[in-house]
């Protein structure tokens, strides 16, 4: 079918009236008079509504034991997605219990996103992950892969650096876990066994409807046209399946409090053995994680109701994130609590705020500083936006963590100590418009006052409070903020960032 110039101008015309109603239907301001019941009951999910039990996972050891057990107890499939696969001992162990669960006819698939595949937090993982594809009951794909995508980078640079940032585990259909975590010791070992250690923060689910449902947002990202099947590397120097079956082996002695694996047990090459000295150097500094025997996946946890909210990156079209908070931020009636890496906060988020504080709502932001992050894009925005954010919500507080030993990483909402969202989402551009995301959200109580005491234990530890004062023309009179506790060669870098404004929305 051919379509002329005048046709063509209209479709233009209808797009873009489309585009802009659907934008204002998801941004606009909602009323505030429904209860969060209410708007929780309203949030449309597939499947029918059931409870789930659900356990909230904190400590970086039981985060890796809960992954390492729900894989082991597998029996049929597993499907999961990271964003990082890191090229240390718990990365390489990782893709060696996948490798286990392969020989045993276990049906898997994995997803990495296509942007980090080549980058140094995988060197050489990348020939471990294309033997491991070998396998005929074994499928890896990288999203949006870089070579597939290359006329983004000159059309819509989003398209490009669309990633896939869901963190999703699903085993045999029932065992489910999502939070911020990716596969490698930042976000398993304790402090002061890492150079970098991760606050975060995981829920692990048993039950059919919440596993159906990541399952349904793992497949909306497996089947996109962008994505590049990984296959078995024709040639390697090195048996690479021999060496991540040797870091499981190293990992699963270790874990069980059995110590490091004697090398005289090895039977192969000088190379091998070589590997082994390496692994048994690196694992012999996680003290925490070798009480897994003792481990169970949940410990009497209730059932409660969940639902698991999902958002396509920027190449597909669903977002059933972002105004699902914003109804919730909307509704609040006394307090809304936002625990995040990446305080960029968007116009219309920033509106909603805004009004929750002109109701009366307390608004606490946990977040990193420029001492603590592992980018500093986003804390030059904060710089930007902090005086303000206090200035105009007069009843907003932002915590920061002061060095490397408090660096946040979890991505965690509590609205009114009733409703809880945990998972992979960031307070800024990229996760709300360019990647892909999934949270789950609860309703319940008890489960949301733990979550939130958990917060504020975090923050009596140790905490810097950004402040303002105004006097009584709203003029700021006296501040405390990132100049006040950031070194001066600090500022500046973040003073030059903060001049790309153009690279905020990517941020």
Not at 47 to 68: D, S
Not at 407 to 421: C, E, M, P, T, Y
Not at 429 to 442: D, Y
Not at 447 to 475: H, P, S, T, W
């Amino acid at each position: 079918m051919k379509i002329n110039f005048k046709s063509l101008i209209c479709i233009l015309m209808v797009f873009c009236i489309c585009a802009g109603t659907a934008f204002a239907m998801a941004y606009r301001p909602f009323p505030n008079n429904r209860s969060l019941e209410e708007v929780y009951s309203d949030i449309k999910v597939d499947g029918a509504f059931e409870q789930t039990r659900v356990r909230l996972i904190t400590a970086n050891e039981e985060a890796w034991f809960a992954r390492w057990k729900m894989i082991e107890n597998a029996r049929e499939t597993i499907d999961c997605t990271y964003y990082i696969i890191d090229k240390d001992i718990f990365g390489q162990a990782f893709i060696g219990l996948l490798l286990k669960k392969a020989r045993l006819g276990v049906r898997i698939r994995l997803m990495i996103d296509g942007r980090v595949y080549r980058m140094p937090y995988m060197s050489k993982m990348p020939d471990k992950v294309e033997e491991l594809a070998a396998f005929p009951n074994v499928e890896i794909k990288l999203f949006n892969a870089v070579s597939k995508n290359l006329l983004a980078a000159f059309t819509d640079l989003k398209k490009m650096v669309a990633s896939n940032h869901d963190k999703i585990i699903i085993c045999d259909g029932n065992i489910s876990i999502i939070g911020g975590r990716n596969i490698g010791a930042d976000y398993f070992a304790d402090t002061g066994e890492n150079d970098i250690v991760y606050n975060e923060c995981d829920i692990l689910m048993q039950g059919a409807h919440a596993a159906g449902q990541l399952k349904k947002a793992f497949e909306d990202e497996w089947g996109n046209l962008k994505n590049l099947v990984v296959k078995k590397d024709l040639i390697n120097f090195k048996k690479q399946l021999a060496i991540v079956d040797l870091a499981y082996r190293v990992m699963s002695k270790y874990m069980q409090g059995r110590g490091l694996f004697d090398s005289e047990k090895l039977t192969s090459s000088d190379t091998l053995k070589e590997e082994l000295t390496e692994m048994n150097k690196e694992i012999s500094k996680f003290k925490k994680i070798v009480s897994f025997s003792g481990f169970e996946l949940f410990r009497g946890e209730r059932q409660k109701p969940l639902k698991i909210l999902d958002k396509h990156s920027y190449l597909g079209s669903l977002n059933g994130i972002t105004p699902a908070i914003l109804r919730m931020i909307e509704s609040c009636k006394t307090e809304i609590i936002i625990q995040n890496p990446y305080l960029v906060i968007t116009e219309g988020v920033e509106a909603a705020l805004k009004r929750a504080s002109d109701r009366g709502v307390k608004i606490i932001f946990h977040t990193n500083s420029a001492n603590s992050t592992d980018s500093l894009f986003p804390q030059a925005f904060l710089m930007e936006d902090w005086q303000r954010i206090l200035k105009e919500m007069p009843t907003a507080r932002i915590f920061v963590a002061p060095s490397e030993n408090e660096r946040l990483h979890a991505k965690v909402f509590v609205f009114d100590g009733l409703i809880s969202i945990v998972g992979t989402y960031n307070m800024d551009p990229l996760s709300e418009n360019i990647n892909s995301e999934v949270v789950g959200a609860i309703y319940d109580k008890p489960f949301a006052e733990m979550l939130r005491l958990r917060i504020f234990r975090l923050m009596q530890k140790n905490i810097i409070e950004y402040r303002i004062e105004v006097d009584q023309d709203g003029k700021i009179i006296k501040s405390y903020g990132p100049a006040d506790h950031v070194s001066k060669e600090v500022i500046k870098k973040m003073n030059r960032l903060r001049k790309l404004q153009w690279i905020r929305p990517l941020i």
